[in-house]
């Protein structure tokens, strides 16, 4: 069964941290990419980060320099580290996983395997 499930979201105040963590089961995370995507309520998703099997990593500028995407191999699990945060951070974040090249972080990259979301609010 593929699946993936997100945690680590939550209520912080502007300037405060967050790590979000996206534990992959089956063949999920074998995948050769994983990203990060968010939603805030009125917009369109948007790409945040995305990692390849080689440990290449992208970010979207609005994050590049607050936020650290990683992944633990033993424990099936992806991370996105956030600090710096804005209450434009306040959004659903998604974790989603595909076999893609290029692995990227885009509005229209068609990941097929998608997490339920975890609530991040920045006030």
């Known amino acids: 069964h593929v699946q993936l499930v997100e945690s680590g979201g939550g209520s912080v105040q502007t300037g405060g941290s967050l790590r979000l963590s996206c534990e992959g089961s089956g063949r999920t995370y074998n995948r050769n990419c994983m990203a990060w995507f968010r939603q805030a309520p009125g917009k369109e998703r948007e790409g945040v980060a995305s990692i390849d099997e080689a440990g290449k990593i992208t970010y979207a500028d609005s994050v590049k320099d607050r936020f650290t995407i990683s992944k633990d191999n033993d424990k099936n699990t992806m991370y996105l580290q956030m600090n710096g945060l804005k209450p434009e951070d306040t959004a659903m974040y998604y974790c989603?996983?595909?076999?893609?090249?290029?692995?990227?972080?885009?509005?229209?990259?068609?990941?097929?395997?998608w997490g339920q979301g975890t609530q991040v609010t920045v006030s």
């Open positions: 989603a996983a595909d076999n893609l090249l290029p692995c990227e972080a885009q509005t229209d990259t068609p990941f097929s395997v």
